[in-house]
């Protein structure tokens, strides 16, 4: 059973950081990848970034590119979404979810998902 769980997030203040954690079983990152989402109270669902299989990293988001950076542990199963420079409409529950092997260029086809985690930027 394939399963992601997702942590690290919370309250932190506008201008600051924050490390998201999505953690991988039933499978291996070898094999997938893993991408990053988010989805704000009233809005539709926007894909960040995704991680794939052989390390190649596809941005989707333009908020976000300069201050989200995706990284991957394979060792440990493990994706993170390293967030600089918050600003409080990234508040929004974040999700990681995954695809077979390859990103896609529109952030379609991620079958597996997350519960997700809250951050809120506030002050």
């Known amino acids: 059973q394939l399963q992601l769980v997702e942590s690290g997030g919370g309250l932190v203040q506008p201008g600051g950081s924050l490390r998201l954690s999505c953690a991988a079983s039933?499978?291996?990152?070898?094999?997938?990848?893993i991408g990053w989402f988010r989805q704000a109270p009233g809005k539709e669902r926007e894909g960040l970034s995704c991680?794939?299989?052989?390390?190649?990293?596809?941005n989707y988001a333009s908020s976000v590119k300069g201050r989200f950076t995706i990284s991957r542990d394979n060792a440990g199963n493990t994706v993170y979404l390293k967030m600089d420079s918050l600003k409080a409409d990234d508040t929004a529950i974040y999700y990681c979810?995954?695809?077979?092997?390859?990103?896609?260029?529109?952030?379609?086809?991620?079958?597996?998902w997350g519960r997700g985690t809250q951050v809120t930027v506030s002050s």
């Open positions: 991680f794939n299989n052989s390390g190649v990293t596809t």
């Open positions: 039933g499978f291996t990152l070898d094999r997938y990848a």
């Open positions: 979810a995954a695809r077979a092997v390859y990103c896609s260029t529109s952030g379609t086809g991620f079958s597996s």
